[in-house]
């Protein structure tokens, strides 16, 4: 899981920047937006933050984090924010968005991990499933055992693996604007998809098809999108025993007295299996910072100091009580002085 070590790419525009940024000045409050799972670790931050310096404390809004990126790179300047979190890595087409825009030099940062989790009420037995069977329950199309693909006929688990429930597929889960669902059809369903040699193949003849095959989640009723408030979700999964949903570790963390994490592939979604990678579905969070508006906007520089500070996102830090799995020590050092050094991003 640990990422390469990023490293400066050229920075152009700055004078551009520069000009532009100017009517920053007037907000005296930083303007945090993005994922609804980085959400309540930058809130947690953001109010901390608000105590125990000079500071306003940051407004942080959960837009998603494909939400958050558009706005984060529409352009520099007073009404566009600051900085955006986001439970993926940040697409190229986003960074050239952000060029496009006049966003020139951003700096990123890894904050640390998390697992994703397909849940249920603790009213019900906890799942057990494989990539398989989520791919099997969830995509639009599937093998039909004759190297033949179907449109989904599923419509009980049973009906996926003979050893599950005979309950009705009914998932809740995050819409194609959030960075949850683009990490879940990636790690999970793809991860089911490609369990299937000849589907494994397509990837090298026809990456475009095995790639709508592994991502197309169905659009039958199996799959409903629930938006981007988890706690919604997890509301809903105490109303309905029978349905499950897919949210980031922190909230089953949360909210483990209510909902139960299903094993996958064999391993249960806790603290140490994400930590070690024995958990299948897990992904690393990041929060981006516009370096045009450091300076600008008053203690963007010092939230960045205490969200990267070891007392937030250490192994023993405040964060880790809320469901961030921290990273080694040797990545939190890389990042910490990439926000120290407003390093620019490199794809």
Known sequence: MVQKKLTLMALAGIALASTTVGAAQARDQIRIVGSSTVFPFSTTVAEEFGRSTQFKTPVVESTGSGGGLKLFCAGVGESHPDITNASRRIKKSEVELCDKNGVKEIVEVKIGYDGIVLANSRKSDQFELSLRDIFLALAKDVPNGEGKLIANPYKTWKDVNPSLPDSEIEVLGPPPTSGTRDAFVELAMEGGCKTFDWIKAMK?????AYKKLCHTVREDGAYIEAGENDNLIV???????????????????????????????GASPEFEKIADGSYAISRPLYFYVKAA???????????????????????????????????????????????????????
Do not use: C
């Open 293 to 347: 508006h450091v300076g600008k906007v008053p203690g963007i520089k010092e939230y960045m100091a205490e969200f990267t500070s070891e007392k937030a996102w250490g192994p023993e830090g405040y964060l880790t009580d809320k469901g961030l799995i921290p990273m080694p020590e040797d990545e939190r050092a890389e990042f910490r002085k990439g926000t120290e050094t407003l390093a620019n991003l490199s794809m």
């Open 235 to 265: 509301q809903k999964l105490d109303a309905n025993p029978k349905a499950l949903g897919i949210f980031g570790f922190s909230f089953l963390d949360q909210n483990a007295d209510m909902i139960q994490g299903s094993k996958v592939n």
């Open 204 to 208: 090298k003849s026809d990456k475009k």
